[in-house]
């Protein structure tokens, strides 16, 4: 965003970010961005989700503690407890979340999803040219792919080629809004607004 208010986290969490990025073959800018969006670098981060307890946990019948812990955004990328277990977090307790290396892992194996979920879905049918042009100019050219540029510079992976999907800035949006579950149609402009501070 470069905008005045930015202040970089420590060298030592940025470090640890763009190293379990490129772990999870994710573009390090791209999760540095949904880190500072969601929690504006503090790991220790919660929020509680009344609604989504009720809708989606509760019915489990979990015990008291897990119940609630699973109705709980935690960490760095704010992942829902009850999201961290449906992909594979084993931890004892949800808390562990908290600990940078764990939630930026699981963050990264959620980000990851649902970027796959998204190409599938555009692959599956066209785009409304609203959806391209939603994002910010940077990410898509005439023809609606990424810019060239090395390996790093790719929004969505650093092993991934723009020409495997309909449009990389098409596919950035909408597994933006996936990960944000839909709440707010501004998401992904405001990650995507904050890529600049981590290139």
């Not at 220790?44 to 509760?58: L, N």
């Not at 908290?98 to 599938?120: E, F, N, Q, T, Y």
Request: hydrophobic share 40%.
């Amino acid at each position: 965003m470069n905008d005045s208010y930015y202040t970089p986290p420590p060298a030592g969490i940025l470090a640890l970010a763009r190293t379990i990025a490129t772990q999870r073959s994710l573009d390090p800018a791209l999760v540095c961005a949904v880190a500072e969006q969601e929690s504006s670098w503090d790991a220790h981060s919660i929020r509680y989700e009344p609604a989504f307890r009720t809708r989606y946990v509760a019915p489990l019948g979990l015990s008291p503690t897990e119940e609630i812990a699973r109705s709980i955004s935690w960490g760095l990328m704010q992942v829902m407890g009850q999201v961290a277990r449906e992909h594979g977090f084993t931890g004892k307790f949800l808390s562990a979340l908290a600990d940078p290396a764990a939630g930026l892992d699981i963050g990264c194996i959620v980000l990851a999803s649902k970027i796959a979920a998204a190409s599938r879905e555009l692959a599956a049918a066209p785009q409304p040219p609203s959806l391209i042009s939603s994002a910010p100019a940077q990410y898509s050219n005439q023809q609606g792919t990424a810019p060239s540029g090395p390996p790093s510079a790719s929004p969505v992976s650093s092993t991934s080629s723009a020409s495997s999907t309909p449009s990389t800035a098409a596919l950035l949006h909408r597994a933006l809004l996936l990960w944000n579950g839909g709440a707010n149609p501004d998401y992904p402009a405001q990650v995507l607004g904050r890529l600049s501070n981590y290139r």
